[in-house]
């Protein structure tokens, strides 16, 4: 079956008694628009069409709730048996610190498979912009590997990634196989551990597990050991 709602201008998180929102919406008010698919008296699918403020939402129980001063997009969530896709289309952000986060696409596509400790997962993320400054400003409330989350939190990148690509099999915290491709636009991040901090650096990136090569374009870039 299906549902429609509309809810114009209102307290968000006051309805959630009534509607099955698709994200545990715990503050946020403005306008919404939602169309349900239902089967087995279950949500197997969800669009929503949103501009809110004030938004506080817990994505994952273990995780800080992600606070936003604004959001706008449509965001679509289908269940398909194993798979769970959730796509994006002009969505933007500002996060409570102020940071921007441009109009974007994204598409997550993950498939829990069967095997014992997710050894038959396999996923793909796609996004047609990533802008890293506001990203690491919200990673420690985002569902990601704990290994990016850390990154983006400690190496304070900035500058974008786009056309970016990175598919995935096995857990996506410790995959057993990975592709990944981008393009890389004036990319900077500190300097932590290992890794040396850069900065201005532009150019495309293609990889997996086994090799991978970068084609810097930029000629004002640095590289801080």
């Known amino acids: 079956g299906k549902l429609y709602v509309r809810l114009d201008y209102a307290d968000v998180a006051a309805w959630r008694t009534w509607v099955p929102l698709p994200l545990p919406i715990e503050?946020?008010?403005?306008?919404?628009r939602?169309?349900?698919?239902?089967?087995?008296?279950?949500?197997?699918?969800?669009?929503?069409?949103?501009?809110?403020?004030?938004?506080?939402?817990?994505?994952?129980?273990?995780?800080?709730p992600l606070e936003l001063q604004h959001v706008v997009g449509r965001l679509q969530w289908q269940q398909k048996g194993t798979r769970n896709v959730v796509s994006a289309h002009d969505m933007s952000f500002v996060t409570k610190s102020g940071e921007v986060h441009p109009l974007t696409d994204f598409d997550v596509d993950v498939d829990a498979g069967a095997g014992a400790g997710g050894?038959?997962?396999?996923?793909?993320?796609?996004?047609?912009?990533?802008d890293l400054a506001p990203l690491a400003?919200?990673?420690?409330?985002?569902?990601?590997?704990?290994?990016?989350r850390e990154e983006l939190a400690t190496r304070s990148p900035h500058g974008m990634i786009a056309g970016g690509r990175f598919s995935w099999q096995?857990?996506?915290?410790?995959?057993?196989?990975?592709?990944?491709?981008?393009?890389?636009?004036?990319?900077?991040?500190?300097?932590h551990g290992d890794w040396p901090g850069v900065?201005?650096?532009?150019?495309?990136?293609?990889?997996?597990?086994?090799?991978?090569?970068?084609?810097?374009?930029?000629r004002a870039g640095a590289v801080d050991m």
């Open 170 to 191: 096995g857990p996506a915290d410790a995959p057993a196989h990975w592709t990944a491709h981008g393009t890389l636009v004036d990319v900077g991040a500190s300097a």
């Open 199 to 218: 900065a201005r650096l532009s150019g495309t990136f293609d990889g997996d597990d086994a090799k991978g090569s970068v084609k810097f374009t930029t």
């Open 27 to 32: 503050s946020g008010t403005g306008a919404l």
């Open 34 to 64: 939602l169309w349900f698919d239902l089967a087995n008296a279950a949500v197997t699918g969800v669009i929503a069409d949103a501009e809110l403020a004030d938004v506080r939402v817990a994505i994952e129980p273990s995780l800080p």
């Open 137 to 148: 400003a919200v990673a420690a409330q985002l569902p990601l590997p704990a290994a990016w």
């Open 119 to 130: 050894a038959g997962a396999r996923g793909t993320l796609t996004f047609a912009r990533a």
